[in-house]
């Protein structure tokens, strides 16, 4: 399932039938709703003031549910192993992939350049210099590429924030405020435009109801296939672990 609105009210730890359970309450919710995340952790939405014991039970309801979700988030998630700061070394951007190059004299720690991926030498921490390439230029592409996004979903003057998301492809801020994950740079465009729409309609959906998905399938009517998608090739991005 892709990421969800990362906000809640209160959170409180809770633990069913051997799992750890996180409850956050929402003071819009009316109903209770469990989302298994990307790293595999869950999380039950619930309204506010909601008390431990029906919690429970609705989590103890949906177990057929959760292992099934748990054993496919086990088939995919990352196994690559970290990269390695040395020539050759592939990394990926908007779907390429790209070649490392040491170079010297370089003004600034990291370059595209001629199809490689140009690291200055003798870099402090070459993992971060190239993270915060990834948000750099991943945020002015960005930019440009959601305002098409945004006006198709009715939403006026985005601020879109990269950051780091940690198992979370995007979320969505109390403020409004869009965050997409850095990692989500190494996507073909198409999957990092289902990213963006997605979290676009959480702008008027703050749950996955079916207005939601009536939204997302307004906008990008083959969501289905790319939410596959988005589930295989994200299992291939690097998270920024380096040997």
Known sequence: QPPTVGEGMTRRILEVAGLEVAVKERPARSTME?????????????PEGTPDDPVRD???????????????????LPVLPPKELVNGEGFRY????YRLLLVD?????????GGRLRLRRGESDGAAA??????????MWLQKRIKPWADRCSVPDVRLVVRDLGY??????KTGQLNIHWASLQLPPTLIDYVLVHELAHVRHSNHT????TAVARVVPNHEHLREKLLLEGAGVWLGEVS
Do not use: H, M, P
């Open 210 to 213: 079916d207005l939601f998905w």
């Open 94 to 97: 908007l779907g390429r992939n």
């Open 168 to 173: 979370r492809w995007g979320s969505l801020g």
């Open 34 to 46: 469990i989302t298994v995340d990307r790293d595999g952790s869950l999380f039950v939405a619930v």
């Open 58 to 76: 609705f989590v103890d309801r949906k177990q057929d549910w959760i292992q099934r979700k748990l054993i496919e988030k086990a088939d995919f």
């Open 105 to 113: 004299g370089q003004t600034v720690a990291v370059k595209l350049v």
């Open 130 to 139: 190239i993270r915060a390439w990834y948000r750099a230029t991943g945020t």
